[in-house]
């Protein structure tokens, strides 16, 4: 069975910092890999996935993620921190081959400060 | 369109109320989630709608009924509930039968049971 695990509950970067939220993933099949950002009272949005094809994928709102099977992980950056980065993000994982399941890890809560 | 739109967003219900959550989404998307998410958690799945039917129903009390009268809408029907039921309630779809595209959520109907 697949699953994702990140690293750190909270994340806290100054405005302008690089942000780097960790995501290592377990399946014994090659994954899909997405990240979803949910800001307060709201649902979840997809900001990027992988699928294959390229490791480097780039997102919306300035975000990207590498895939590294070497390291099964598959970390957000985002070189420059703003504000209204400040959110709830889930790194998911799903099953090459199909199947209707996505599998959200714990999430990490970013905070941006002045 | 490329919304999934929930209603009611906010609902207070009694533990002897009959109420109804509905979802509805326009892109052609022949998959449909119910997932459930208590403050400061992931979400966690509770049902998969593939074609209108439903393939996955992952241990949910049958206080929860969900019904999918169409490709375009999903219901969840409540009964009984308890207060330890209250929570978000996300709605999602995604293309085919599988999640190597990624979901699209709605925003969420916010549950409070009293």
């Known amino acids: 069975a697949q699953s994702v695990t990140q690293l750190g509950s909270h994340v806290s970067v100054s405005e302008g910092a690089l942000v780097l939220l960790r995501c290592n993933y377990s399946?014994?099949?090659?994954?899909?890999l997405f990240w979803y950002v949910q800001y307060p009272n709201q649902g979840l949005q997809l900001l990027l996935k992988?699928?294959?094809?390229?490791?480097l994928v780039k997102g919306i709102n300035g975000f990207e993620a590498e895939f590294k099977k070497s390291e099964t992980s598959f970390h957000l950056t985002k070189p420059s921190a703003h504000m209204s980065d400040a959110a709830e993000y889930f790194c998911?994982?799903?099953?090459?081959?199909?199947?209707?399941?996505?599998?959200f890890g714990t999430g990490t809560q970013l905070k941006v400060e002045l | 369109d490329t919304e999934v739109t929930q209603t009611p967003k906010h609902l207070v219900m009694g533990m002897t109320n009959k109420k109804s959550l509905k979802c509805e989404q326009h892109?052609?998307?022949?998959?449909m989630y119910w997932y459930k998410q208590k403050a400061k958690k992931p979400p966690e799945l509770m049902f998969v709608?593939?074609?209108?039917?439903?393939?996955i129903n992952e241990s949910v009390p049958s206080r929860f009924s969900p019904e999918c009268p169409n490709s375009s809408l999903l219901n969840l029907h409540l009964h009984a509930l308890q207060p330890e039921d209250s929570a978000l309630y996300l709605c999602?779809?995604?293309?085919?039968?599988?999640?190597?595209?990624?979901?699209?959520f709605g925003s969420g109907t916010r549950l409070t049971v009293v």
């Open positions: 999602a779809s995604s293309q085919a039968d599988n999640a190597n595209y990624g979901y699209t």
């Open positions: 399946s014994s099949v090659p994954p899909y």
């Open positions: 992988y699928t294959t094809g390229a490791t």
């Open positions: 998911a994982v799903s099953r090459t081959g199909g199947g209707n399941k996505l599998t």
């Open positions: 892109m052609g998307h022949r998959a």
């Open positions: 709608y593939s074609y209108e039917k439903l393939s």
